[in-house]
């Protein structure tokens, strides 16, 4: 679960801009929009952006998309490897066994 999430040098935010989902101490709409969690504590279970036009919220969207994407390609590539590797694995030991038999 992210819970928080920085970003700096990324389109529109030349400094760093942090979005964090724990639970300030306000307590307008604490029973329905937060909940708790044993290690975390107090956290937001729906985030809202509120700021002036032009400010940046949707290349903050952007810079989670971007996270993630790049999260899933490692992932992907990772997996590729593992793949790759068994493969590579059950081909030499398969050649192997064939040159003891020979």
Request: aromatic share 16%; charged share 25%.
């Amino acid at each position: 679960m992210l819970l928080s999430f920085s970003v700096k040098n990324f389109k529109s935010f030349k400094d760093e801009a942090t979005l964090d989902l724990h639970a300030a101490s306000i307590n307008d709409f604490e029973q329905i929009n937060t909940f708790e969690d044993e290690k975390e504590g107090s956290i937001l279970k729906r985030p809202y952006v509120f700021e002036s036009n032009s400010s940046g919220k949707y290349n903050l969207l952007n810079g989670i998309r971007y996270m993630r994407n790049m999260f899933v390609m490692v992932s992907r590539i990772i997996i590729f490897y593992m793949i790759c590797s068994r493969i590579f694995y059950i081909y030499i030991s398969y050649v192997y066994d064939i040159k003891r038999m020979i």
